[in-house]
Nanobody, 117 residues
Framework: QVQLAESGGGLVQAGGSLRLSCSTSRSSFSIHAMGWYRQAPGKQRDLVAV???????NYADSVKGRFTISIDNAKNTAYLQINSLKPEDTAVYYC???????????WGQGTQVTVSS
């Protein structure tokens, strides 16, 4: 069973920055794509950003220009650099990984990002 370890959430003031990271527990995990969804209280879980092992990226319109996703395939780790944070970015951020061989999805435990105004 593959587990994802997330880190990097926290409480920041508006305009601040955070860097989230997400690593797979199995070094032999072959990545198809990794990314993050987020879920604010009372709202559905929405895609934030995704990156393929080849480096292709996609972002939600609300985060374009502020969030940057990257991947280190050798470390099986993805990063989400979050800049110019806004109160509306407050949510639990869930990373996910899609295994290349099986196209199975795996989820992290979630990390809280809270932005104060």
């Amino acid at each position: 069973q593959v587990q994802l370890a997330e880190s990097g959430g926290g409480l920041v003031q508006a305009g601040g920055s955070l860097r989230l990271s997400c690593s797979t527990s199995r070094s032999s995990f072959s990545i198809h794509a990794m990314g993050w969804y987020r879920q604010a209280p009372g709202k559905q879980r929405d895609l934030v950003a995704v990156i393929t092992s080849g480096g292709d990226t996609n972002y939600a319109d609300s985060v374009k220009g502020r969030f940057t996703i990257s991947i280190d395939n050798a470390k099986n780790t993805a990063y989400l650099q979050i800049n110019s944070l806004k109160p509306e970015d407050t949510a639990v951020y869930y990373c996910y990984a899609i295994e290349a061989r099986t196209l199975s999805w795996y989820w992290g435990q979630g990390t809280q990002v809270t932005v104060s105004s």
